[in-house]
Nanobody, 115 residues
Framework: QVQLVESGGGLVQAGGSLRLSCTASGSIFRINNMAWHRQAPGNQRELVASITRSGSTYVADSVKGRFTISRDDAKNTVYLQMNSLKPEDTAVYYC?????????WGQGTQVTVSS
């Protein structure tokens, strides 16, 4: 009954910015940690950033200083602000959220960064 819907992906030039959004809907009692993962062709899915209920964040070294994760609990939404994008950021980005103590994945949104 819980669904995560992502938006905000697209094509952007190197150095540009995008903001990804992921909104949870359905029967929601509690959202614990939320995170963004990404997977490029031929690569493993990797953790990009995560955020706890209290707002503590983790950002992978590869994107530190460029990406910021945040959440708006009133909207059941997690965001990923991506600045100074590089071609190597090109991937499908997946939202992960622990809702009602169960993990749910978004459908993925494509981010393509051209050089």
């Amino acid at each position: 009954q819980v669904q995560l819907v992502e938006s905000g992906g697209g094509l952007v030039q190197a150095g540009g910015s995008l903001r990804l959004s992921c909104t949870a809907s359905g029967s929601i009692f509690r959202i614990n940690n939320m995170a963004w993962h990404r997977q490029a062709p031929g690569n493993q899915r990797e953790l990009v950033a995560s955020i706890t209920r209290s707002g503590s964040t983790y950002v992978a070294d590869s994107v530190k200083g460029r990406f910021t994760i945040s959440r708006d609990d009133a909207k059941n939404t997690v965001y990923l602000q991506m600045n100074s994008l590089k071609p190597e950021d090109t991937a499908v980005y997946y939202c992960l959220a622990n809702v009602n103590f169960r993990d749910y994945w978004g459908q993925g949104t494509q981010v393509t960064v051209s050089s």
